[in-house]
């Protein structure tokens, strides 16, 4: 059975801190790997997407990696924002996932970052 | 383009009752799943519809059930309802089987749902 671990729980830091979060799953048999922010209350916002085949995404400040042999990937902020507070979720879809939409995900990562 | 729509956005019910929230899937997109998440948890997979047939099942009750009609928009239905399900039920659409499909899914804000 497919778990997703996210460490970790909370983390607080300074305005302009560079910070990595970190995703692990317990079976690499994966379709792809996405990361999402939550504000609190609302929906997911998508950050990155990264597909199986590939070993990383970027995305402005952000930069997700995945190296699914080890069963891990971890999402990368440079320079962080206070408008960067929210929770980080990371999320696998599972080999032949792709046509069921299921989605497995960690409890997130809840990030503050003190202005 | 417009993204994925979810109505109520919050509503409260008693044990026992039911409810049915609505989602309307994102443009050009086909299929749509719902999640149940509680406060400080992620997300759980609740179920998937496509081509408005039910398209995988996650760990829930038969009394969470759903429909998808032609136009690709959703309702989840959930009966005779328990505090347990006090929390927020997310809706999520995907363009499935079209050119460049990445597996990539786009979620609306939620409907929270509080029993008491």
């Known amino acids: 059975k497919q778990e997703v671990t996210q460490i970790p729980a909370a983390l607080s830091v300074p305005e302009g801190e560079n910070l990595v979060l970190n995703c692990s799953f317990t079976d690499s048999a994966i379709y792809n790997l996405q990361w999402f922010r939550q504000d609190p209350g609302k929906g997911l916002t998508s950050l990155l997407l990264i597909q199986s085949s590939q070993r990383e995404q970027t995305s402005g400040r952000l930069n997700a990696s995945l190296d699914k042999s080890s069963g891990r990937s971890t999402l990368y902020i440079a320079a962080s924002q206070p408008g960067d507070s929210a929770t980080y979720l990371c999320a696998v879809m599972p080999m032949g996932g792709g046509s069921q939409g299921n989605l497995i995900f960690g409890k997130g990562t809840k990030l503050s970052v003190k202005p | 383009e417009t993204g994925v729509t979810q109505s109520p956005t919050h509503l409260i019910k008693t044990r026992g009752q039911q409810v049915t929230l609505r989602c309307s899937s994102q443009s050009g997109h086909n299929t749509v799943s719902w999640y149940q998440q509680a406060l400080g948890q992620g997300p759980q997979f609740i179920f998937q519809?496509?081509?408005?047939?039910?398209?995988g099942r996650g760990n829930f009750p038969p009394r969470f059930s759903g429909l998808q009609f032609p136009n690709y928009s959703s309702e989840l239905n959930v009966n005779a309802l328990e505090l347990d399900d006090s929390a927020l039920y997310l809706c999520?659409?995907?363009?499935?089987?079209?050119?460049?499909?990445?597996?990539?899914?786009?979620f609306g804000e939620g409907s929270r749902l509080t029993v008491l």
């Open positions: 519809y496509y081509r408005e047939e039910e398209n």
């Open positions: 999520a659409s995907s363009p499935t089987g079209t050119s460049g499909y990445t597996g990539e899914l786009f």
